[in-house]
């Protein structure tokens, strides 16, 4: 690195407040044992210019994050004083999904005052960021950088809620497995707390989106309902009187109903076979359209899946193309409605709940086109007694991730 280009980095460096050089050192992958715990901005933009001569390969790299974390200065959107939120309980909703972690600053008197979404790194972080240890010092950059971009302060914070994609015990904050994460026992709460001297509390995602759907969706008028997400994988939030049901820990694990036991059911991520998500989750459509698009190429059909690609197509390609009536992508669409209300019929069997809420990022394209909604309505049907086929399929109203940032911060609001 030239000496000008080290004092031109150095000044930037300089510029940073903590929770930005903290976020730096985080993304350019420092190791830890290299920053002082208790150094100030001037020694670790020095530690991490020193860092970086040694890794001048990734300079670029470095540039860019530098203008990158800069300009969410500008981003600062305006909120009240500081005075005005004294006195207020304020909750850090934060949404673990499998390809962003999404967050916000949730009122305790229930306003949203902020939201803000945050590319996920912890994959893309390979080695630094994927296991136990980073999850949680990810959490907990997080946190810092949705109060800050609140315009508030870390002491301003009543508790952190979290909700996560996967088996979590609520009572005890683990976060047992997460397949889309591959993470396993991971004690989020305990550990989170102990960073940032603040409560937290945790649960599956769906079930806080679930929560948000009892208080402010669909969910306030019914006292029985189960809420399905689809997306990664598929899962389920369940009230019963009013109340989620945890059962003794990870209810709603609708995702590993079996609905195929051939030969040749399909092996899910859980590593048994035949699971209801490996037939009608974003992963299942992606696959399931993939062998379709090499059938069409195979024997020349015109369709205008013969233009996408097997190995990179994504749910949103089918729904354009169901949007222009392509007949190849009718079979699919019906093919993955069929399977939706094979497990849906399922989960009504055996609770009879008065709604099913469906959200997801499946869902958010699927349900805009009212024939797959009359399909999965018409399959439901044919696979459920007549008796309880009265329960109604809804679509959550709530748009992205709004839902399971609100459900994460009403976690909070248990004492
Ligand atoms: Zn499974």
Do not use: W
């Not at 999404?102 to 994959?123: D, L, W």
């Amino acid at each position: 690195m030239s000496t000008a280009i080290r004092n031109v980095m150095l000044d930037k460096l300089k510029t940073l407040n903590s929770t930005q050089i903290d976020e730096l050192i985080f993304r350019y992958a420092v190791p830890a044992n290299l920053i002082p715990r208790e150094a100030n901005i001037i020694s670790k933009a020095l530690v991490f210019i020193r860092y970086a001569e040694q890794e001048d390969k990734k300079l670029s790299k470095l540039s860019y994050m530098l203008d990158e974390i800069l300009g969410q200065k500008s981003q600062l959107q305006s909120y009240p004083s500081r005075q005005d939120v004294v006195n207020k309980k304020l909750i850090v909703g934060i949404d673990v999904g499998t390809a962003k972690i999404a967050s916000g600053v949730i009122e305790f008197n229930e306003t949203t005052m902020g939201y803000n979404e945050f590319p996920r790194k912890i994959i893309e972080h390979n080695n630094i960021a994927i296991g136990e240890p980073n999850l949680v010092d990810r959490l907990a950059f997080i946190v810092k950088e949705t109060v800050y971009h609140s315009g508030l302060e870390l002491n301003d914070i009543y508790r952190v809620g979290i909700g996560l994609p996967g088996q979590v015990d609520y009572n005890l904050g683990l976060l047992k497995y997460a397949p889309g994460l591959r993470l396993r026992d991971i004690q989020v709460s305990q550990k989170l707390r102990r960073k940032l001297k603040i409560d937290v509390r945790c649960d599956n995602d769906v079930n806080c989106s679930t929560l948000a759907e009892l208080k402010y969706g669909y969910g306030k008028q019914f006292s029985n309902f189960v809420c399905v997400f689809v997306g990664f994988g598929i899962g389920a939030g369940i009230v019963h009187n009013s109340s989620l049901v945890h059962g003794d820990a990870f209810a709603g694990e609708v995702g590993h109903i079996k609905i195929d036991c051939s030969d040749s059911a399909r092996l899910c991520t859980c590593e048994s076979r035949g699971c209801f998500e490996e037939y009608a989750s974003a992963r299942a459509i992606k696959e399931f359209a993939s062998t379709k698009i090499r059938y069409v190429k195979e024997r020349k059909i015109d369709s205008l899946l013969m233009s996408m690609d097997a190995d990179s197509v994504t749910p949103e390609d089918i729904v354009s193309a169901l949007e222009k009536g392509d007949l190849i992508a009718l079979e699919l669409a019906e093919q993955i409605a069929k399977y939706l209300a094979l497990g849906l019929s399922n989960i009504v069997h055996v609770i009879h709940p008065k709604a099913i809420i469906l959200g997801g990022g499946i869902i958010d394209g699927f349900y805009n086109l009212d024939f797959f909604v009359s399909l999965v309505a018409k399959f439901f049907k044919e696979n459920t007694l007549n008796a309880l086929s009265n329960t109604q399929l809804l679509r959550t109203e709530f748009e992205g991730k709004t839902a399971s940032i609100l459900g994460a911060s009403l976690l909070c609001l248990d004492e």
